[in-house]
């Protein structure tokens, strides 16, 4: 039986190249650095895997050493010596070493070492990633969504112009960030994109309840898509209320950690989609189970991401391709991150708007030893 063996950490800090902010925060400015996890595991016969994620702590609750000694220390230990292919047993195994909290326990950290696995996993059967978890050799490219990141008229028309010069067909924008422009944002978004475009809103749990109603009227009248996250995800009271009046589609977000809570939003009728997040919702492992919930429940997928490196985004969309998506996916990693040092082979896979999956085993990338050296945190 092959067994997993050794656990490496590697916390990193990789120069952002753009400012992103969101009704609840920051992503980060340009000149400052984005916290960045690796871990590498390796098995019995020598075989490795790589997970990524990032922790962003306006975002969630988790942080760059909590994620290192999350698991350097707890889920690390306890996972050395299982069988490499047990993917449930890893996550009873992570689930008995940190518990839950209202949901499940510690997402980010717990998805690096279930991304690491996946790919071990695949690379020791000779398969892509989308192959081993079920899918086509031949459904290999996802569309992205385009993040924009002003906040006026002029600006949002003049990034949508530009974009679109890039290849990018479908965005994604901010709502909540200037609450009195959300509707002239969202108008200039549409226009300019124009009508084949999908456009999405999101509220990052920050519309005001008082606003709610005629924000939710006004996106839909210019022709928005879908609102994500209206409200704080423990007030799903108000997504309630708020159901009954929306004449456009929801979805939820930050609320939707582990499968359980997805289910509570589709069994209550609360929401049009489901919003994959694969290191918000703990990895690929527990991302089926809620995608096995959305095709049951017949609600479709998108795709979004924590402004995530290319081996995430990779590797997620590795995963929606299984269930036959192609976009949007909101995985803006490549518009804040500087990765030409630590994914010398970005281009290949992520241009013109699209993320390209190749036919090597696993997720498909690895990261870049001396790009690896140069950003790790070496007090950690
Ligand atoms: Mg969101």
């Keep these: 039986m092959r067994t997993i063996q050794r656990i490496e950490v590697f916390p990193l800090r990789l120069p952002i190249t753009g400012t992103f902010r969101f009704a609840s925060g920051s992503a980060g400015a340009a000149g400052e650095t984005a916290p960045l996890v690796l871990v590498r595991l390796t098995d019995s016969e020598g075989v490795t895997g790589w997970g990524e994620g990032r922790p962003m702590p306006q975002w969630s609750y988790e942080t760059i050493e909590t994620v290192t000694t999350t698991i350097r220390r707890y889920l690390g230990p306890i996972i050395q010596g299982m069988s490499i292919t047990d993917r449930w047993g890893l996550h009873q195994r992570m689930q008995s070493a940190i518990g839950r909290g ?6 980010i950290a717990r998805a690096i070492v279930d991304m690491a696995l ?7 059967a000779g398969q892509p990633l989308r192959c081993y978890l079920g899918g086509s050799l031949e459904r290999n490219s996802v569309a992205l969504s385009y ?3 002003t906040h006026d008229v002029e600006g949002v028309r003049r ?3 530009e974009a679109k010069t890039r290849g990018f067909r479908n965005f994604n924008f901010k709502v909540g960030v200037v609450p009195e422009s959300d509707i002239a944002i969202a108008e200039a978004v549409r226009q300019t994109a124009g009508q084949g475009a999908f456009v999405w809103a999101d509220a990052n749990q920050g519309l005001r309840v008082q606003d709610a109603q005629a924000v939710v009227r006004g996106l839909a009248h210019v022709g928005v898509n879908v609102l994500e996250q209206p409200f704080a995800a423990d007030q799903p009271h108000l997504l309630k209320r708020l159901r009954m009046i929306a004449p456009l589609p929801l979805a939820v977000d930050e ?13 209550e009728g609360l929401v049009d989609y489901l919003v994959i997040k694969v290191t918000r919702s703990g990895g690929i492992w527990p991302s089926l189970q809620q995608m096995a919930v959305a095709a049951s429940a017949g609600l479709p997928l998108l795709v979004s991401g924590l402004t995530d490196g290319l081996l995430t985004r990779s590797a997620v969309c590795q995963l929606a391709t299984v ?7 909101a995985l803006n990693g490549g518009q804040f991150l500087d990765e030409t040092r ?8 992520e241009s013109g708007g699209v993320l390209r999956l190749n036919e090597r085993a696993g997720i498909g990338i690895e990261p870049d030893p001396e790009g690896l050296e140069r950003y790790l945190v070496k007090d950690l």
């Design 323 to 329: 269930y036959g998506f192609d976009g949007p996916a």
């Design 255 to 267: 609320a939707s950690v582990g499968p359980a809570d997805f289910f509570h939003y589709a069994s």
């Design 159 to 161: 990034e949508v112009e």
């Design 147 to 149: 993040t924009l990141t």
């Design 342 to 349: 630590l994914y010398p082979q970005k281009d290949e896979l």
């Design 118 to 124: 996946h790919d071990l996993c695949a690379r020791v």
């Design 102 to 107: 209202p949901s499940m326990g510690q997402p």
